[in-house]
């Protein structure tokens, strides 16, 4: 079966200091992977996905970016955070044709 | 793009009564649509979706219908439980390969024993 993994699981960071965010899946391969970010009490934003290594589509332009550098890892990055990134970190997949898409066990960042 | 509107936004039943969730969808071209169940500090947990080729699908409590003419879905959840408290979602996928999924802003359900 599938699994996918987040980490860190919280991350109290200070405002401007740097960010890496790791999310890997076991069990598929060539999945399509998506990260949202859902603020306190609020619904989930896409952030960025990617349908293969090296292929990453930006929904939101901002202070973060995110790469692919193995089939089933997905970084999430910042060279400087803002207050205002704050908020619960979530990595999905996906396989192609089945459209179900399942949730990590998510980030919660606090920026300070 | 593909926009989703979520009515409620909160919803409070008895136990045992039913509940109900609506969602309407812009682009006509979209043929899936899930359901999410989030409890508080979790991760949303897919409960139920729907393609558009079948009108209607339960799961024990749960079922979800579809009216593609209308462009909207709806949650319905009978026998309510308070364990069936927690946000949730509708979201609807936007074609074009990515199978990236716009969602609604949630509805928070509360069960009241």
């Known amino acids: 079966s599938q699994t996918i993994h987040q980490w860190p699981a919280t991350l109290v960071q200070p405002v401007g200091s740097p960010l890496s965010l790791e999310c890997t899946v076991e069990?598929?391969?060539?999945?399509?992977l998506y990260w949202y970010r859902q603020a306190a009490g609020r619904g989930l934003q896409l952030l960025f996905y990617?349908?293969?290594?090296?292929?990453i589509s930006s929904e939101v332009p901002q202070n973060l970016s995110a790469s692919r550098p193995q089939d089933r890892q997905f970084i999430l990055s910042s060279k400087k955070l803002l207050l205002s990134d704050s908020g619960f970190y979530l990595c999905?997949?996906?396989?192609?044709?089945?459209?179900?898409?399942?949730f990590g066990p998510g980030t919660r960042l606090t920026v300070t | 793009g593909e926009n989703v509107e979520q009515h409620p936004s909160t919803l409070s039943v008895q136990e045992g009564d039913s509940a109900v969730i609506k969602c309407t969808y812009s682009?006509?071209?979209?043929?899936?649509f899930p359901w999410y169940k989030q409890e508080l500090g979790k991760r949303p947990q897919l409960i139920i979706d729907?393609?558009?080729?079948?009108g209607e699908k339960k799961d024990q409590r749960i079922a979800v219908t579809l009216n593609k003419t209308a462009k909207h879905f709806s949650l319905h959840i009978t026998e309510t439980q308070p364990e069936d408290s927690a946000v949730y979602f509708c979201?609807?996928?936007?074609?074009?390969?990515?199978?990236?999924?716009?969602f609604g802003k949630g509805t928070k359900l509360t069960v009241n024993p």
């Open positions: 729907i393609r558009s080729n079948v």
């Open positions: 979201a609807a996928m936007v074609q074009g390969g990515s199978e990236k999924l716009v």
């Open positions: 069990g598929t391969s060539n999945p399509n």
């Open positions: 990617s349908v293969g290594i090296g292929q």
């Open positions: 999905a997949w996906s396989k192609t044709p089945t459209y179900e898409q399942y």
């Open positions: 682009d006509s071209a979209s043929n899936y």
